[in-house]
Every structure is written in structure tokens, then in C-alpha cells.
């Protein structure tokens, strides 16, 4: 079934990818796993176990594939790239992400032997399925979850990390019809132990606990316990971390700098965390929803603020409705908006011509944006990729357009929005993380694995914007904990865990950040041991992570310094200027 690449060779899988496919189909179970790294291949993986199964079956395997959004014409394209179409019947694939495209009856159905929907359209599918005659899509969604799908695999699985959600239930219903179910996510662990237990619901993995008092009359399970889900995955899945393709080195670096803010907003930054302090202690005898929530924005809040201080007094609704807020805000001049503008300006002098900034609001990155067009001009051309875009095809057409950018480019991304199913190499090789470090430490590793992945064929550097005594060094101190934490479930190794609720998990998480915040000075920066020796930014290597699980497929990253000379064009070689 494989298909041909331009020079007439056959397509073939790398190594990783051939065990994969021969672990799932020498597994027992209907269900497996793919935990592979970013950036290695998921997509074409899934791709082969699905014709391998076509050849096992002599013809007639079918596939139902749930996938964000943004990777719909990623996933179509692999289907195209990888399987020689005139080898299965015409019309064999059909990739939408509106209901509307989909058969409205089984002669139609017949002929397609791969669906490829959005996670959304599924969850559409299953409220209609649930409705009844009453909703206009019950007849497509019956057709979609009646039929008996040889294949049904989810991209970006971790989305169904919670059992409870409507978008869980979705794929699980869909999981019952098919033979065998595939759960694709480099990061299975985002928050915490529930997380294995949602991805055992959509995969319908559980079947064997369905016998336990602890189901209800219903057919929902009302307790199900990580410890089990933990120990199915372990014995179906497949892991491959660091660089099983030989990839280029990536080297980090925590860029610690001097905040500034003005005099005059020094009590607002203060004032906002005393009111974090204020819910700490009432959090830590009752911790409430609303409670939660509440603490959840004035943290954002103290993140917005170091960007720019009318971000956080006027509120991301504000910035949203009136777009002269950004430029006023950016006019501030905050110690942040230096240091990035440094690290932008030292980035380019090493000779990369494409930078990613990444945030995970998108009101700081108008603000950004806004800052740095102001200040560099001349040829810079600026991209967004982010949630105001309002299609997958408006957003693909702003990648292309930066990858192909003959000049100097920064591209905005959000981390929600752009954060995973996206590739930016070749072409971009450098990437600077500030003013909104993400709570999970896997979100810091999808976006990272947007440029250091499959088909990079430079030396990736990643910036760390990071004051010491902020809200986001107070995050990154609990990265570690949360990496040994999923590490943990992964191996099944639950002697150091509590057996504490997860939302009071998640209050304890809140505390440690608050805790962790450092007040401003009248002088405008953040109370700190000693004063910088450069207010814009003194840069730390990153160490590499530790080691994996003997079980682990892996090839270590080779380690260089920041030194390191580096190619640069056309076999030139350029130093990167020291910070």
C-alpha cells in the first residue's frame, strides 16, 4: 500500500515506527497507546498500523480518526502521502470538521474507508445521538457510531482527560463500535492521576471493571481508580522519548531579568497579591469551585501585570473590544517587554531569520507584538497564530506565509491555540516562552516540539523569560514535582501519592505558586537576595532532563553549550553572542 515520494522511492517507516505497529497488533487487548515524544512521526505511525491492518484483513479495514482541529489537514495530507489512493477504492478518505460533509446514509458510507473528524464534530455527534430525531444531525451520527470500525484512534488523547466531560463521554461511545481503539498523545499526564483514568474511558478501555459495585445502575462509573487505568496503559502502549530520530541538539536557557515596573504600580501589583495571600488563607480550610476560580484570575492577573500593567487593570474583555489598548500598554515599557526585545534582537544576530514567541494568553501577545513592531520595524513582518483566527485554513495560510517569510519574521503563537498539532521545521529554529508560563510542564513540551521535531535540521535554542520572585519562577518550581508525578503513573508507581480530591490537589498547587511570589519594592523590581548584573536579562542553561524508565525507547540529545558554534546558511558558521 505504500506510496511513492517524489524521486519514485517507496515510503518507508523508521524504526520506532515499525515496533509500534508490531506491539499493537501483538497486542491482546483492543486498545493501545502511542506515548511517543513530539515531533516523531504519530500521525504517519497511525497511518501504517491502519494499512497494516488493511493488509491483514485482505482489504476492508476501515478508520475513524478524532483529531484537533488544526492537524485536520495535516492528518488528510498523511493519508495521501502515505498510501497509494489507487490501491483502495475511489473516494476512500474524507477529512471535514462540519457535520454537514458527513453520509447521511449507508450506501454513502460504504466506500470510505478513513473518516477523519475534529474532536468537536464527535462531541456534536454524540449530543445529537443523544437527542434523538429532534436533532438535525441524528441520522450522521447514528451512520458514524453504528458502524464497525476496524480502527478508532485519537490524536491528542489527553484532551479526554476528564471522564466527566461531554467530549470524553464522545469518544467513548464511539470506542464501543470498533475493534480496536488508539489513544495518540506525547502527553498522557497534563494535571494529574485522573488524567490515565479519562483516557481509559474514551479508549473504552475498562470494560473488565464494569463487573465492580463501584459502576452505577446507569453504566457511568462513579470511582475509577488511576492505580487501574495506570497498569492497563503500562502493559498497551508504546514510549519513545528524546531523540529516536537523531535529532539536532536543543539547548534551553532560564533568562532572568529585572521587572520595572513604574512607581506608581507598584502598590496595584502589591495590593493584588495580598488579595492571592487572602484567599490562601481561607482556601486552606475550605476550598470551594468559586474560590478557585477566583484565585485562578488574580494569578493571571500578576502574570499580565509584569507585561503591562493596563493589561491587568483593564482586563483581557477590554483589550478584546477596543484594539487601541494594545499600543497604549505596550507604551509602558515594562522591564519584560526590554528583555524580550533583548533576546529577539541577540536571536537575530546569531543569524536566525524566523522567531516563535510563545504565551499562552493572547491579549499579552498583542501587547508584545504591538511593543516589538514599534521598536524593530524596517523589513520585520509579524504573524499571529492564535484562537481570534477564524479558521483552521486562515491559520494554516499565517504558517505558511511565515515559514516562507524571505525576511526577518516573528510569529505570535498562542499556546492554546498553536501549542501542539503544528510544524514549524524546517524554518524556524529559535523560540522565546514569556509573560504566561502554562501550569503543566507538557504544555511547555508540545510547544517546544513545534520547531525541535521530525524534519529540523538546525540546532534549536529556546529562551525562558523568567523573573526570580515572579509568578512564573514560582510555577516553574513545581515542573519538577509534576514531571516525577506523571513519570510515576506511567511506571505505576503510586507510593508517594496521596489520596487526597483533585481539586484539593490542585488548591495545594495554588498555594505553593502564591507562596512562592515575591512583593515589588518602591524601586519598582521584585524583592530578590541581590540586584542583577544585567537588568535585561542574565541567562541560566538549562539542565536536560532525567533519565526515563529502562523501558523507554531513547537516544540522548547531545549536550553543547551556548558557545557552540552552529551552521548558518549555506555551510557558514556564525558564534551566538554571549548574553
Not at 183 to 205: E, F, K, R, S
Not at 273 to 295: H, S
Not at 540 to 552: H, I, K, M, N, R
Request: charged share 20%; hydrophobic share 45%.
Amino acid at each position: 500500500l505504500a506510496a511513492r515520494d517524489p524521486d519514485g522511492d517507496e515510503l518507508v517507516p523508521f524504526a520506532h515506527q515499525r515496533r509500534f505497529v508490531t506491539k499493537a497488533l501483538q497486542s491482546t487487548q483492543p486498545f493501545f497507546a502511542n506515548f511517543h515524544m513530539p515531533g516523531l512521526g504519530k500521525t504517519a505511525t497511525c497511518v501504517q498500523y491502519f494499512a497494516a491492518l488493511e493488509l491483514l484483513h485482505n482489504g476492508g479495514a476501515t478508520a475513524l480518526v478524532s483529531v484537533p482541529l488544526m492537524t485536520l489537514l495535516h492528518w488528510k495530507e498523511t493519508f495521501e502521502r502515505w498510501i497509494d489512493g489507487a490501491k483502495l477504492p475511489p473516494g476512500w478518505l474524507l477529512a471535514t470538521n462540519k457535520a454537514e460533509k458527513l453520509p447521511t446514509s449507508a450506501a454513502a458510507l460504504a466506500p470510505l474507508r478513513v473518516v477523519v473528524v475534529t474532536h468537536h464534530i464527535l462531541q456534536r455527534l454524540h449530543k445529537a445521538h443523544t437527542a434523538g430525531p429532534a436533532d438535525a444531525s441524528c441520522g450522521r451520527a447514528a451512520l458514524v457510531f453504528g458502524r464497525a470500525w476496524s480502527l478508532f484512534a485519537i490524536d491528542e488523547a489527553h484532551v479526554c482527560r476528564n471522564p466527566a466531560t461531554d467530549l470524553c463521554q464522545a469518544h467513548a461511545h464511539a470506542a464501543k463500535s470498533a475493534t480496536r481503539r488508539l489513544a495518540i498523545t506525547a502527553t498522557p499526564i497534563i494535571n494529574g492521576p485522573l488524567d490515565m483514568v479519562g483516557l481509559c474511558v474514551a479508549l473504552n478501555a475498562d470494560h473488565d471493571l464494569q463487573q465492580r459495585s463501584t459502576w452505577s445502575s446507569a453504566g457511568r462509573k462513579t470511582n475509577i481508580f488511576s492505580k487501574d487505568a495506570a497498569e492497563r496503559f503500562r502493559r498497551v502502549s508504546d514510549r519513545v522519548t528524546k531523540d529516536a530520530l537523531g535529532l539536532p541538539p536543543l539547548v534551553e536557557h532560564l533568562v532572568d531579568f529585572e521587572v520595572a515596573l513604574a512607581p506608581a504600580d507598584v502598590a496595584a501589583y502589591n495590593a493584588l497579591l495580598d488579595e492571592a495571600q487572602k484567599c490562601n488563607v481561607v482556601g486552606a480550610q475550605v476550598v470551594g469551585l468559586e474560590l478557585t476560580q477566583r484565585l485562578t484570575q488574580i494569578l493571571y492577573r500578576l502574570q499580565a501585570f509584569l507585561v503591562a500593567p493596563l493589561l491587568a487593570q483593564e482586563g483581557a474583555d477590554a483589550f478584546r473590544a477596543d484594539a487601541a489598548l494594545a499600543p497604549a500598554a505596550a507604551a509602558q515599557d515594562t522591564g519584560l517587554l526590554k528583555a524580550l526585545r533583548r533576546q529577539v534582537e541577540l536571536l537575530f544576530a546569531a543569524g536566525e531569520q524566523r522567531l516563535l514567541l510563545v504565551a499562552c494568553h493572547v491579549q499579552i501577545l498583542r501587547v508584545a507584538q504591538a511593543y516589538l513592531a514599534a521598536r524593530l520595524g524596517g523589513d520585520l513582518e509579524t504573524f499571529t497564530f492564535d484562537s481570534t483566527d477564524s479558521s483552521a485554513a486562515q491559520k494554516e495560510r499565517s504558517r505558511q506565509a511565515f515559514l516562507r517569510s524571505p525576511g526577518r519574521s516573528i510569529m505570535f503563537l498562542s499556546m492554546k491555540a498553536g501549542g501542539q498539532g503544528i510544524q514549524l521545521a524546517p524554518g524556524c529554529s529559535a523560540c522565546v516562552f514569556f509573560g504566561s508560563t502554562p501550569f503543566s510542564p507538557a504544555s511547555l513540551e508540545q510547544a517546544t516540539s513545534r520547531i525541535h521535531r521530525q524534519g529540523q535540521d538546525r540546532p534549536c535554542l529556546i529562551r525562558h523569560l523568567v523573573a526570580a520572585g515572579s509568578i512564573d519562577a514560582a510555577i516553574r518550581t513545581l515542573h519538577g514535582d509534576k514531571d516525577r508525578l506523571a513519570h510515576a503513573i506511567l511506571n505505576c508507581d503510586f507510593t508517594e501519592m496521596g489520596n487526597e480530591k483533585e481539586r484539593r490537589v490542585r488548591w495545594r498547587t495554588m498555594r505553593r505558586i502564591v507562596d512562592g511570589c515575591a512583593p515589588a519594592e518602591p524601586g519598582g523590581n521584585l524583592r530578590r537576595a541581590a540586584p542583577l548584573a544585567d537588568p535585561l536579562g542574565v541567562a541560566t542553561l538549562l539542565a536536560p532532563a532525567g533519565p526515563p524508565a529502562p523501558d523507554v525507547m531513547e537516544l540522548q540529545k547531545p549536550v553543547v553549550s551556548f558557545d557552540t558554534p552552529r551552521a548558518s546558511g549555506a555551510g557558514s558558521a556564525s558564534r551566538l553572542p554571549p548574553l
